[in-house]
């Protein structure tokens, strides 16, 4: 390969490069979905090594105690945790229902009072269990907190797990 074919490939993979940071970084660039948010196999795979933080059950409490590795939800109770401020961004968690059939659980995720991301007022997240169609919920948490609600509408106890 002569010189001035590997100059010219040299720009056209800096040209790429600039094209796709330019997307990424752009006002309207890539949209997150919190609600639907699901890291792919392969990097769950890894242990999420290069996903991003996440969140830790010690970030999470409840009158002064932390989120435990087995949430016991009792029949038709609700339970509300605060999540701590942080120096990242984002931080991602996923509960997972590990007790119980045929529940109906609700998880949401309430950022704190004028948490901004791309200059847009952050959503609350919602997930619904449904008759069992599901049994994972994964969530984006922000910078500045907020507060998950557990609520468990059947007639039964259920426990929910926090995903590594």
């Known amino acids: 390969m002569n010189l001035k074919t590997l100059q010219i490939l040299l720009v056209l993979v800096v040209v790429l ?15 997150i979905d919190p609600e639907n948010f699901e890291s792919p196999a392969w990097l769950q795979s ?6 991003g933080p996440r969140l830790e059950a010690r970030e999470l409490t409840r009158n002064g105690a932390v989120f435990p590795p087995n949430l016991r939800l009792t029949a038709n109770q609700t339970v509300e945790y605060a999540v ?52 994972t919920a994964s969530f984006v948490a922000y910078d ?21």
């Open 17 to 31: 490069f600039a094209i796709g940071l330019a997307l990424i970084l752009a006002p309207d660039g890539v949209d």
């Open 84 to 135: 701590a401020r942080s120096e990242e961004r984002v931080r991602r968690v996923t509960f997972k229902i590990v007790q119980g059939s045929g529940v109906n659980v609700e998880i949401r995720y309430q950022p704190a009072s004028g948490q901004r991301i791309g200059g847009e007022e952050a959503e609350t997240q919602d997930w619904k269990n449904r008759e069992d169609d599901q049994d």
């Open 46 to 51: 890894i242990g999420g090594l290069a996903g």
């Open 144 to 164: 500045r907190g907020g507060t998950f609600r557990f609520r468990n509408l059947s007639g039964q106890a259920v426990d929910v797990r926090m995903e590594d």
